[in-house]
Each structure stands twice: as structure tokens, then as C-alpha cells.
């Protein structure tokens, strides 16, 4: 159902943030930091129903007789444990920091570190799936800044290491500064459309 | 090394093989692995967004501010539990009201950081790319900065016309300049497929750095447990 | 039971049949045709014994219906004419039950399915009907008898002839169709009614089947081929043997193993072979900004990595704040990732056992700010009011009316800060910190500076930044190379080599296995298809 008070929100406290990087009133300015601090309060919140409900689907898997149930009474094992320990002593305590050292980390390294194989195995097969100019181009430079950005076992190649300079300097930043400048114009054009209410993804179309 | 120390290593060498199983295929054991570290991440932002926000931030101002603060902490504390009602399919529509609020702070805040920390410093530094001093000479190292700045704009054009050339491509006849946007457009691919390959190497690095820094640490663990039984 | 071949079809009859059951030709020969002894059997009918035409006409049959059958009889001796019927509504019934009789065979005396090809002198004698009314008709008779015919089998020649011949039903359109009182049935007595007698229907050949399967011998085999197959579809077959092994799977394997061993190497055999890059002009400003620092600065640190990268961004930003700490610098540490805050304790306490940080005092962890770029402009504008608390409950900031920590002492807004230091490892944070800090640091008369050290992947998207004029980005370490490269420029010998030396090797073999591997991944094929292709020409 359209309603026009989300639109008139959602534009409205917009209107005010917005207005509030180019003009400087007093009144404009403190309704603008309090707009922005319930607004962070609201994300955190909104972090918390997100808990919740993964809580809430999990729980329903692992109670049903499912295939997956078992990766669920995972998930709900390392989500009450971490919820009991953080909770009770604070998320910078030493229990906190054990199961952040010996749990999190161990596991988000180590699927980090997978990726490094994943992704040679890519690049090896890239010149057999699309082998263009573009390829090449793309192959060619990632060798290159890989081999300048380590040592090279203290070998100096001449000319190869001013080469990953100047693609980094030159060739890279105008590609990424194109990449930045449309980035941007997409972001600027999606934010306005939900400022002018042609966009309404709080549920206000 | 205590024991809670040999404990969590220990853990820790396990969850890591248990991870680098992966490589040699999906399996049931690294998938209960990747679950439980959601579920340890899920606790942790739960926990660090309670201590962090929601206690010192929704309710403690209510009993600590004077009479207008606390009229004033009210409307989060009535917003955050409108919001709460997106946890039921039946009544998601009641949250819609503060999520209306979010998004218009969101997207103000999107474009102002786009427009004013992006677009025009990035425009602007394009311009600058050509701004030699009236007072310097002109000699070869103003020359290669001009033919690099030369490079840039060129490549910061014909990148962004990429982003028109599919559009223009459609068109069943061209006009003279739709023909020289494409044509920019072709260029500024292979800029982008150079940046690409800059920033493949990049998480590449990332990567290997993060495999390193595992390896090392199984390596240690495996002297230490021989350390511990050789003696 | 006798049985009599049809001369028409070749299918088996009873010998009583006088008509074919499946093509309806006339099983015993013609003694020439006559419009009184011609008649179309109806094998529908006459075939079921227990069917209408199987029974007495008066044990079982219901009452109207009996009525009906002598109207039928009295129909048959009259002449069709409109005049007469409207004369004797009950005798005014069509003729098709002529033929109902006890000896189980039905037949249609009159009708013909050659009405329509009679001369139009008959045809006209249908007075009463429109012209437009009566070519309808007779289209659709012919119509339906087309479909009659295409269902049997075509009589021959002769017999169309003689069953034509004999014909002389074409009033019987006429009876259909005139809108004349009812004779009979429950609505007997009405004028325009629908007919509800059974002949206002359309007498049609009922399609014939046969109970019998006349099979021939190269049917007979294709049943047996397919029985055969039915057969061997019922059997569980094993399953085709799935290769578990694929080449990729190899390829995979390969460049794990070749990858594991390159890392290992350096780590289990070698220590610190590989020298420390010279000099990074990223690097180098940061260092020159830290060692300008006044004493005591303020600054503010982001912690904004995910744990995945912390070996590569703890191991780069090491060097870093062993050169602010030395400095004196006081640390605030702030977060926009909910891991953010344990980082930056983690990260902290790694520098302990050299050198002693009280918290409160040397350093401060203000913990988690959410929202993204609505939290981080939050905390722009007003750092107290965002992040009022520590992450452990403590007053962090100092006002008029409270006491705060010494180490966030003086901070009021941003700008009090001497430096930002950033840590990040994804390119959208990264540019959100730079998009939300840069209209307030770019201010000339802004001393606060901007530094970055950032995962090897973010260079690409942070350069244009740092290369830019004005330069919102003021320095800049780029993943270990970064913080290698500052390690040897501050003159700290503790990077830590063998990180250095495994990241050396790895980075070539993975450069190796791209080049090497991607070109023989693409190269043999080639060559191969080449080969291939000559060879088919040779031959």
C-alpha cells in the first residue's frame, strides 16, 4: 500500500542531512546531529533484530528433522556460547578475546587464505575462457605488480619496478578515478531517487 | 602458554585444517565450521551493538537526562521498537515507519559524501593534473607530468564513457558522436581491465598474506607440541 | 461361432452381420439397390445386445419410449410434409427408430448420409425453410458428413451410389428444423420448442472398436522390442561411474601444493634472506607526518578490518604505532565494524610486553560506531554525543560537568585531532571515511592529516585519492609492502622476516603459476587443436 507519511520521512529527514553539508544554521546544524544519532541508534538496532532472527530460523532448522540441521545446531552453539561469554564478561574481556583468537580469526584467515588459491586457479584459466586483449592486459599487470610487490628474492629487473610505480600512479588511478567518479554519479542518482520518492524501499510503494 | 592458551591453539589448529579441507572439496565438516563462525559473529556484533549502543544510547538517557532529554530519548527508544516488529511477517509493516527514516538519512548521507568527498575533489584533481606553476621552468620531469596528466584525463574520460557505451551500442544507427563515445568507450576498458588486474593482484597479496600468516601459525603450533614432547 | 470376412476392410464378422461392424460395407453381396430395402446398420446399436434395439420393444422399454416407437412406425408410412405433421402432431416423428426392432439390429430407414448430394428437386421440397436457413443446413450436414467419413472407412464406389440412390431423407432437415409443434415426449403439445426426440439429434456412426487385436508378424516384433525395452527399464541399472577426479580438480590440487610448499619453505628453512624494500613515497609521508607530531597528539585510529586480513593490517600498522607510540601519541580507537573494537584491543595489547599502555590514559577504545556513513558523519559532527561511552562504560569524554579520560582530554570536535589514521581493508569503507572526513579535513585551515593503511587490495581505489590535489589522503601504507618499506624507513628491525621471506616466495610463485600456467593452459590446447586440425587436412 502506498503511504505517503514513509515517503514524506524518508525525504523529509533527507532534505535535512543533506542540506546540512552545504549550509551552516545553528537550527539546521542540531536537528541534523540529532537526525544522525538516532539514526545510528536505529542501525544498531537493526543489528540486533538481525541476531534475532537468524536466531529465530535456526533455531526452527534445528528443531525440524532437516539434512542441514546440523549446521544450524553449530550456528546456535557458537551464537549462544559467544552471547553467554561476551555478554556476561564484555566483548573486550580476556574470555571475549580468546574465542575472538582462537575461533573468529582462525577461521576468517584461513578462508581468506583459500581464496589466494581460488584465485590463481582463476587467473590461470582466465586466458583459456576469454583469451582477448583485455586478457592479456588484465594478466600482464597482475603479474607485474605481483612480482614487484614482494622482494623478488632482492632481484632487480631493470625498469620493472618504476613500471609498477607508473601503472600504479598513471594507468591505475585513472581507470579507479573513472571507476570513483561513476561509482558516485550511480550513488548520487539512486540517493536522489529516493529523495524525490520515485525509489521507496521501506515499503512506502 | 597457559592452558587456556594450548586449548584455544589447539582449536585453532583444528578449525584451520578443517577450513584448508575446502581445497580438497566441499564437505560437511568445513560447512559446520563456516556455520559456527556465522553464528560467533552474529554473537559478537549482537553483543558489541548491546554494549556499545543500545544500553548507553536507548536507555540510559532516560534515566540520567533532565526532563527534555529524556522526552527526547524517547522517540529512538519508540522508533527501535517499531522496528522490532519486522521480526513477524505479519506486523513488518509497522516497521516500515523508522525504516522510512533510515533510508532518507542513508541516501542524504550517500549523496553528500559522493558529491562533496568524491565528485568534485576527483573533478577537480583532473583539472589540477595540468596546473604548472607559472614560476617553474619547463623541463623534462613538468613534460612527463603533463603527458602522465595527458594519460589520466584521457583515461578518467574514457573510463567513465563506458559506462554510456552499452547504452549507445543499442542504437542501430550511430551518430558521429555515439561512434567516438564508443570508441572511448573501447579504451577505457582496457583502463579498466588494467586497474582490474591492479586490484586482482591486490587481494591476491591480501590473500597470500592471510595464508601466510596461517601457515606460520600451524607451523608454531607444531613446534611447540614438539617442543612440548621432545623437551 | 461362424464368422464372416468383410470384403471391404478384411476384418472378421459374425456370419449374421449384414453389415461390416468397423467399416459398415456390406458384408453379403448387393441384389441391387432400392430405396425400401436400403439400410444403414448401425453397429452401435445393433452389436449391444442389452442396448436399445437388444430388447423387446415392450418388456423394458418406458412408456414415451414405446410411444415414440409407434409414432416411428406411423411416421414411416406417411409421407414427410410440414402440412401433414402440423395435422398430426403425434404422428409427426422422425423416422431413424424405424428400424428399432426386436432382432438387435437398428437401422435407419431414410437416412442417408447422401442427403446432401440428392437433386435439388428434393431438396426443394422443404417450402417452409429460408434459402439462407437451408443452405446453413445442408452445409452442415455435409459437413458432418465429412467427419462421418472420415472416420469409417470410405465406402466404395458402388455402394455410395446405391446407398445414394436409396436415399430420400432430406425432409427429415426440414422436420428438424421447422419450429412445429412437439409430438412427443414431455413437451408434446408445444409449438417451437426444441425437438426432444432422439431423432432431432444428429444420427451419427458411432466410432466401432474391436475387442479383437489382429496383429501382424512386424507388429508382433515391434511389441516384443518394446516389451523388451519396458523390461530393461524395470531393472536398476548401477549408475556410470562419475569421475570424481575432473582436471580442474588437478589443477586445483597442483597450485595448492605449489603455493603451500613456496610458503613453507621460507618459514621452516630460512630466516630474513629477502631484503625490505628500499623506499615508498606512501610510507615515507607517513612517516614524516608521525615524526611532526607535537608531543601528546591526539589521535584518532579506525579500526575497520575484518578479521580475515588481521595478520596482513596488524603485521603493516605494527611499524607504524611502534614510531607514533614513541612519539607519545594518544590513541582513541573507534570502529564502524562490530569486530572494529576487539581488533583494536587485540592489536593494542600485541604492543604490552614491550611497552606498557594504561588504558584511559595512553589509549581509548570507544568501540563500535553503526550505521555506516550516517554513524561516521555523526561522529564528525559531534564525536561526544555519538560515542558518549567507552566500550567498557566509561565516561570518555571530558566537559564542564564531568571528568573524562585523559587520553580523548581537549577533544571537542574532529578537528582537535592531530591525526586520523585509518585501517581499512574494503574499498567502500575506505572511500566512505575519506567521502565523509574529506570537506572537513581538505580546509586549509584544517591541521588534522589523513593517513591510510590499507590491505594491498585497496591501492588502486585509494590512489587517486592520495595522488589528488587538494589531497584529502595524506599518506599512505599499502598492505606488508607498505609496512615493510616503513620498517626500514623508521629503522625498526623487528618486521618480522619470515612473514616478509613466505610473502616474497609467495607472491612469485603465484606470479609464476598465473604467467606459466595460464599461457601452458592456453598455449597446448592450441597447439593440440592445431595439430588436430593438420592432421584432418592431411587425410
Given at each position: 500500500m502506498r503511504n505517503p507519511v514513509y515517503t514524506a520521512i524518508a525525504i523529509g529527514v533527507g532534505i535535512v542531512v543533506l542540506l546540512g553539508y552545504f549550509l551552516q544554521f545553528d537550527l539546521l546544524i542540531n536537528l541534523r546531529i540529532i537526525l544522525l544519532e538516532w539514526a545510528t541508534i536505529l542501525v544498531a538496532t537493526t543489528l540486533l533484530i538481525g541476531v534475532v532472527n537468524l536466531f529465530i530460523v535456526h533455531w526452527r532448522k534445528s528443531t525440524t528433522d532437516q539434512p542441514n540441521r546440523v549446521n544450524s545446531i553449530a550456528l546456535l552453539a557458537g551464537l549462544t556460547i559467544t552471547?553467554?561469554?561476551?555478554?556476561?564478561?564484555?566483548?573486550?574481556?580476556?574470555?571475549?578475546?580468546?574465542?575472538?583468537?582462537?575461533?573468529?580469526?582462525?577461521?576468517?584467515?584461513?578462508?581468506?587464505?583459500?581464496?589466494?588459491?581460488?584465485?590463481?586457479?582463476?587467473?590461470?584459466?582466465?586466458?583459456?575462457?576469454?583469451?582477448?586483449?583485455?586478457?592479456?592486459?588484465?594478466?600482464?599487470?597482475?603479474?607485474?605488480?605481483?612480482?614487484?610487490?614482494?622482494?623478488?628474492?632482492?632481484?632487480?629487473?631493470?625498469?620493472?619496478?618504476?613500471?609498477?610505480?607508473?601503472?600504479?600512479?598513471?594507468?591505475?588511478?585513472?581507470?579507479?578515478?573513472?571507476?570513483?567518479?561513476?561509482?558516485?554519479?550511480?550513488?548520487?542518482a539512486a540517493g536522489l531517487r529516493i529523495l524525490m520518492g520515485a525509489d521507496r524501499p521501506y515499503g512506502g510503494n | 602458554m597457559n592452558l587456556a592458551d594450548w586449548i584455544g591453539a589447539f582449536l585453532g589448529f583444528v578449525l584451520t585444517l578443517l577450513v584448508f579441507s575446502y581445497l580438497i572439496g566441499d564437505n560437511p565438516l568445513f560447512r559446520i565450521t563456516l556455520h559456527m563462525f556465522i553464528g560467533v559473529s552474529a554473537g559478537f556484533v549482537a553483543v558489541v551493538a548491546i554494549y556499545n549502543i543500545i544500553l548507553p544510547r536507548l536507555f540510559v538517557p532516560i534515566f540520567i537526562n533532565n526532563s527534555s532529554q529524556q522526552i527526547l530519548s524517547l522517540f529512538p527508544l519508540i522508533l527501535a521498537g517499531l522496528l522490532f516488529s519486522k521480526i513477524s511477517p505479519r506486523f513488518a509493516f509497522i516497521g516500515n515507519l523508522p525504516m522510512s527514516y533510515l533510508v532518507g538519512v542513508s541516501a542524504a548521507a550517500a549523496i553528500g559524501g559522493a558529491v562533496t568527498g568524491t565528485l568534485i575533489p576527483q573533478v577537480l584533481a583532473s583539472m589540477n593534473l595540468f596546473a604548472v606553476q607559472s614560476n617553474q621552468a619547463f623541463d623534462a620531469s613538468v613534460g612527463l607530468r603533463l603527458v602522465n596528466g595527458i594519460i589520466i584525463l584521457i583515461g578518467t574520460v574514457a573510463t567513465l564513457a563506458y559506462f554510456q557505451f552499452g547504452k549507445y551500442s543499442q542504437a542501430s544507427e550511430k551518430t558521429q558522436f555515439q561512434t567516438w563515445i564508443d570508441g572511448l568507450g573501447q579504451i577505457g576498458q582496457v583502463f579498466i581491465a588494467l586497474t582490474f588486474g591492479f586490484l586482482f593482484a591486490g587481494i591476491l597479496s591480501a590473500a597470500l598474506t592471510a595464508l601466510i600468516g596461517r601457515v606460520l601459525f600451524l607451523v608454531d603450533f607444531i613446534r611447540d607440541i614438539l617442543g612440548l614432547l621432545i623437551g | 461361432m461362424e464368422e464372416i470376412y468383410c470384403p471391404q476392410c478384411g476384418k472378421t464378422n459374425p456370419i449374421d452381420n449384414k453389415f461390416c461392424d468397423f467399416c459398415l460395407a456390406h458384408l453379403h453381396p448387393q441384389e441391387g439397390g432400392s430405396a425400401d430395402s436400403e439400410s444403414i446398420s448401425v453397429p452401435g446399436i445393433g452389436e449391444n445386445q442389452n442396448g436399445l434395439g437388444g430388447h423387446d420393444s415392450d418388456s423394458n422399454v418406458?412408456?414415451?419410449?414405446?410411444?415414440?416407437?409407434?409414432?416411428?412406425?406411423?411416421?414411416?408410412?406417411?409421407?414427410?410434409?410440414?402440412?401433414?405433421?402440423?395435422?398430426?402432431?403425434?404422428?409427426?416423428?422422425?423416422?431413424?427408430?424405424?428400424?428399432?426392432?426386436?432382432?438387435?439390429?437398428?437401422?435407419?430407414?431414410?437416412?442417408?448420409?447422401?442427403?446432401?448430394?440428392?437433386?435439388?428437386?428434393?431438396?426443394?421440397?422443404?417450402?417452409?425453410?429460408?434459402?439462407?436457413?437451408?443452405?446453413?443446413?445442408?452445409?452442415?450436414?455435409?459437413?458432418?458428413?465429412?467427419?462421418?467419413?472420415?472416420?469409417?472407412?470410405?465406402?466404395?464406389?458402388?455402394?455410395?451410389?446405391?446407398?445414394?440412390?436409396?436415399?430420400?431423407?432430406?425432409?427429415?432437415?426440414?422436420?428438424?428444423?421447422?419450429?412445429?409443434?412437439?409430438?412427443?415426449?414431455?413437451?408434446?403439445?408445444?409449438?417451437?420448442?426444441?425437438?426432444?426426440?432422439?431423432?432431432?439429434?444428429?444420427?451419427?456412426?458411432?466410432?466401432?472398436?474391436?475387442?479383437?487385436?489382429?496383429?501382424?508378424?512386424?507388429?508382433?516384433?515391434?511389441?516384443?522390442?518394446?516389451?523388451?525395452?519396458?523390461?530393461?527399464?524395470?531393472?536398476?541399472?548401477?549408475?556410470?561411474?562419475?569421475?570424481?577426479?575432473?582436471?580442474?580438480?588437478?589443477?586445483?590440487?597442483?597450485?595448492?601444493?605449489?603455493?603451500?610448499?613456496?610458503?613453507?619453505?621460507p618459514i621452516v628453512f630460512t630466516n630474513q634472506e629477502m631484503p625490505?624494500?628500499?623506499?615508498?613515497?606512501?610510507?615515507?609521508?607517513?612517516?614524516?607526518?608521525?615524526?611532526?607530531?607535537?608531543?601528546?597528539?591526539?589521535?584518532?585510529?579506525?579500526?575497520?578490518?575484518?578479521?580475515?586480513?588481521?595478520?596482513?593490517?596488524?603485521?603493516?600498522?605494527?611499524?607504524?604505532?611502534?614510531?607514533?607510540?614513541?612519539?607519545?601519541?594518544?590513541?582513541?580507537?573507534?570502529?564502524?565494524?562490530?569486530?572494529?573494537?576487539?581488533?583494536?584491543?587485540?592489536?593494542?595489547?600485541?604492543?604490552?610486553?614491550?611497552?606498557?599502555?594504561?588504558?584511559?590514559?595512553?589509549?581509548?577504545?570507544?568501540?563500535?560506531?553503526?550505521?555506516?556513513?550516517?554513524g561516521l558523519l555523526s561522529f564528525i559532527e559531534n564525536p561526544q554525543g555519538t560515542i558518549p561511552f567507552t566500550i567498557d562504560g566509561l565516561v570518555a569524554w571530558e566537559t564542564d560537568e564531568r571528568n573524562g579520560l585523559p587520553a580523548t582530554a581537549g577533544i571537542s570536535q574532529i578537528t582537535d585531532y592531530s591525526m586520523i589514521i585509518l585501517l581499512v581493508d574494503d574499498p567502500d569503507t575506505a572511500r566512505m571515511w575519506i567521502e565523509q572526513l574529506s570537506p572537513t579535513i581538505i580546509n586549509p585551515q584544517v591541521l588534522t592529516s589523513l593517513v591510510l593503511i590499507t590491505s594491498a587490495q585497496l591501492e588502486p581505489v585509494v590512489r587517486p585519492y592520495y595522488e589528488s590535489s587538494p589531497q584529502p589522503v595524506n599518506g599512505l601504507v599499502v598492505g606488508l609492502r607498505g609496512g615493510a618499506a616503513y620498517a626500514r624507513i623508521s629503522g625498526g628491525d623487528d618486521f618480522p622476516g619470515k612473514f616478509w621471506d613466505a610473502f616474497g616466495m609467495g607472491t612469485f610463485v603465484a606470479a609464476l603459476l598465473i604467467l606459466v600456467g595460464g599461457l601452458g593452459y592456453y598455449v597446448i590446447p592450441e597447439l593440440s587443436r592445431t595439430a588436430r586440425g593438420q592432421e584432418k587436412v592431411k587425410r
Amino acid at each position: 500500500m502506498r503511504n505517503p507519511v514513509y515517503t514524506a520521512i524518508a525525504i523529509g529527514v533527507g532534505i535535512v542531512v543533506l542540506l546540512g553539508y552545504f549550509l551552516q544554521f545553528d537550527l539546521l546544524i542540531n536537528l541534523r546531529i540529532i537526525l544522525l544519532e538516532w539514526a545510528t541508534i536505529l542501525v544498531a538496532t537493526t543489528l540486533l533484530i538481525g541476531v534475532v532472527n537468524l536466531f529465530i530460523v535456526h533455531w526452527r532448522k534445528s528443531t525440524t528433522d532437516q539434512p542441514n540441521r546440523v549446521n544450524s545446531i553449530a550456528l546456535l552453539a557458537g551464537l549462544t556460547i559467544t552471547l553467554g561469554v561476551a555478554g556476561w564478561f564484555g566483548p573486550t574481556d580476556p574470555y571475549s578475546l580468546w574465542i575472538f583468537n582462537y575461533i573468529l580469526i582462525p577461521i576468517e584467515a584461513s578462508l581468506m587464505g583459500i581464496l589466494s588459491v581460488v584465485l590463481i586457479y582463476a587467473g590461470v584459466r582466465l586466458l583459456r575462457r576469454k583469451p582477448n586483449l583485455l586478457s592479456i592486459v588484465f594478466i600482464a599487470t597482475a603479474v607485474v605488480i605481483l612480482l614487484m610487490t614482494g622482494p623478488l628474492f632482492g632481484i632487480d629487473i631493470p625498469g620493472l619496478a618504476e613500471l609498477r610505480i607508473w601503472i600504479g600512479k598513471v594507468p591505475a588511478v585513472a581507470g579507479a578515478r573513472g571507476i570513483l567518479l561513476g561509482v558516485s554519479l550511480g550513488i548520487i542518482a539512486a540517493g536522489l531517487r529516493i529523495l524525490m520518492g520515485a525509489d521507496r524501499p521501506y515499503g512506502g510503494n | 602458554m597457559n592452558l587456556a592458551d594450548w586449548i584455544g591453539a589447539f582449536l585453532g589448529f583444528v578449525l584451520t585444517l578443517l577450513v584448508f579441507s575446502y581445497l580438497i572439496g566441499d564437505n560437511p565438516l568445513f560447512r559446520i565450521t563456516l556455520h559456527m563462525f556465522i553464528g560467533v559473529s552474529a554473537g559478537f556484533v549482537a553483543v558489541v551493538a548491546i554494549y556499545n549502543i543500545i544500553l548507553p544510547r536507548l536507555f540510559v538517557p532516560i534515566f540520567i537526562n533532565n526532563s527534555s532529554q529524556q522526552i527526547l530519548s524517547l522517540f529512538p527508544l519508540i522508533l527501535a521498537g517499531l522496528l522490532f516488529s519486522k521480526i513477524s511477517p505479519r506486523f513488518a509493516f509497522i516497521g516500515n515507519l523508522p525504516m522510512s527514516y533510515l533510508v532518507g538519512v542513508s541516501a542524504a548521507a550517500a549523496i553528500g559524501g559522493a558529491v562533496t568527498g568524491t565528485l568534485i575533489p576527483q573533478v577537480l584533481a583532473s583539472m589540477n593534473l595540468f596546473a604548472v606553476q607559472s614560476n617553474q621552468a619547463f623541463d623534462a620531469s613538468v613534460g612527463l607530468r603533463l603527458v602522465n596528466g595527458i594519460i589520466i584525463l584521457i583515461g578518467t574520460v574514457a573510463t567513465l564513457a563506458y559506462f554510456q557505451f552499452g547504452k549507445y551500442s543499442q542504437a542501430s544507427e550511430k551518430t558521429q558522436f555515439q561512434t567516438w563515445i564508443d570508441g572511448l568507450g573501447q579504451i577505457g576498458q582496457v583502463f579498466i581491465a588494467l586497474t582490474f588486474g591492479f586490484l586482482f593482484a591486490g587481494i591476491l597479496s591480501a590473500a597470500l598474506t592471510a595464508l601466510i600468516g596461517r601457515v606460520l601459525f600451524l607451523v608454531d603450533f607444531i613446534r611447540d607440541i614438539l617442543g612440548l614432547l621432545i623437551g | 461361432m461362424e464368422e464372416i470376412y468383410c470384403p471391404q476392410c478384411g476384418k472378421t464378422n459374425p456370419i449374421d452381420n449384414k453389415f461390416c461392424d468397423f467399416c459398415l460395407a456390406h458384408l453379403h453381396p448387393q441384389e441391387g439397390g432400392s430405396a425400401d430395402s436400403e439400410s444403414i446398420s448401425v453397429p452401435g446399436i445393433g452389436e449391444n445386445q442389452n442396448g436399445l434395439g437388444g430388447h423387446d420393444s415392450d418388456s423394458n422399454v418406458p412408456d414415451w419410449l414405446s410411444e415414440l416407437q409407434q409414432s416411428k412406425e406411423v411416421e414411416n408410412e406417411e409421407p414427410l410434409d410440414s402440412d401433414s405433421e402440423l395435422g398430426k402432431p403425434a404422428d409427426a416423428i422422425s423416422d431413424w427408430m424405424t428400424g428399432v426392432s426386436g432382432d438387435g439390429e437398428a437401422t435407419i430407414g431414410e437416412f442417408s448420409p447422401a442427403a446432401p448430394f440428392l437433386p435439388d428437386q428434393e431438396i426443394n421440397e422443404s417450402q417452409d425453410i429460408p434459402h439462407w436457413l437451408n443452405d446453413a443446413l445442408i452445409e452442415e450436414e455435409t459437413q458432418d458428413l465429412l467427419e462421418d467419413e472420415r472416420l469409417e472407412e470410405v465406402p466404395s464406389a458402388s455402394e455410395e451410389k446405391d446407398v445414394s440412390q436409396g436415399d430420400s431423407s432430406p425432409p427429415k432437415i426440414r422436420d428438424e428444423t421447422s419450429g412445429d409443434r412437439e409430438n412427443a415426449g414431455p413437451l408434446a403439445g408445444l409449438k417451437g420448442v426444441l425437438s426432444a426426440e432422439p431423432g432431432a439429434a444428429r444420427v451419427r456412426k458411432p466410432r466401432t472398436y474391436s475387442a479383437k487385436l489382429k496383429v501382424s508378424t512386424s507388429q508382433r516384433a515391434h511389441i516384443d522390442l518394446l516389451n523388451s525395452l519396458l523390461e530393461d527399464e524395470g531393472q536398476p541399472q548401477p549408475l556410470p561411474q562419475r569421475r570424481s577426479i575432473s582436471q580442474q580438480h588437478m589443477l586445483r590440487w597442483g597450485i595448492a601444493l605449489v603455493l603451500l610448499m613456496a610458503i613453507l619453505w621460507p618459514i621452516v628453512f630460512t630466516n630474513q634472506e629477502m631484503p625490505l624494500p628500499d623506499y615508498d613515497e606512501g610510507s615515507a609521508e607517513v612517516n614524516r607526518l608521525i615524526s611532526q607530531l607535537p608531543e601528546n597528539a591526539r589521535v584518532l585510529v579506525g579500526f575497520d578490518f575484518e578479521p580475515g586480513l588481521a595478520a596482513e593490517l596488524d603485521t603493516a600498522a605494527k611499524p607504524v604505532f611502534d614510531h607514533l607510540l614513541s612519539e607519545g601519541a594518544l590513541l582513541t580507537l573507534i570502529s564502524t565494524s562490530p569486530s572494529g573494537p576487539i581488533l583494536a584491543e587485540r592489536f593494542i595489547q600485541s604492543f604490552q610486553a614491550d611497552q606498557l599502555l594504561i588504558y584511559g590514559l595512553e589509549y581509548v577504545n570507544l568501540g563500535y560506531i553503526p550505521g555506516g556513513a550516517v554513524g561516521l558523519l555523526s561522529f564528525i559532527e559531534n564525536p561526544q554525543g555519538t560515542i558518549p561511552f567507552t566500550i567498557d562504560g566509561l565516561v570518555a569524554w571530558e566537559t564542564d560537568e564531568r571528568n573524562g579520560l585523559p587520553a580523548t582530554a581537549g577533544i571537542s570536535q574532529i578537528t582537535d585531532y592531530s591525526m586520523i589514521i585509518l585501517l581499512v581493508d574494503d574499498p567502500d569503507t575506505a572511500r566512505m571515511w575519506i567521502e565523509q572526513l574529506s570537506p572537513t579535513i581538505i580546509n586549509p585551515q584544517v591541521l588534522t592529516s589523513l593517513v591510510l593503511i590499507t590491505s594491498a587490495q585497496l591501492e588502486p581505489v585509494v590512489r587517486p585519492y592520495y595522488e589528488s590535489s587538494p589531497q584529502p589522503v595524506n599518506g599512505l601504507v599499502v598492505g606488508l609492502r607498505g609496512g615493510a618499506a616503513y620498517a626500514r624507513i623508521s629503522g625498526g628491525d623487528d618486521f618480522p622476516g619470515k612473514f616478509w621471506d613466505a610473502f616474497g616466495m609467495g607472491t612469485f610463485v603465484a606470479a609464476l603459476l598465473i604467467l606459466v600456467g595460464g599461457l601452458g593452459y592456453y598455449v597446448i590446447p592450441e597447439l593440440s587443436r592445431t595439430a588436430r586440425g593438420q592432421e584432418k587436412v592431411k587425410r
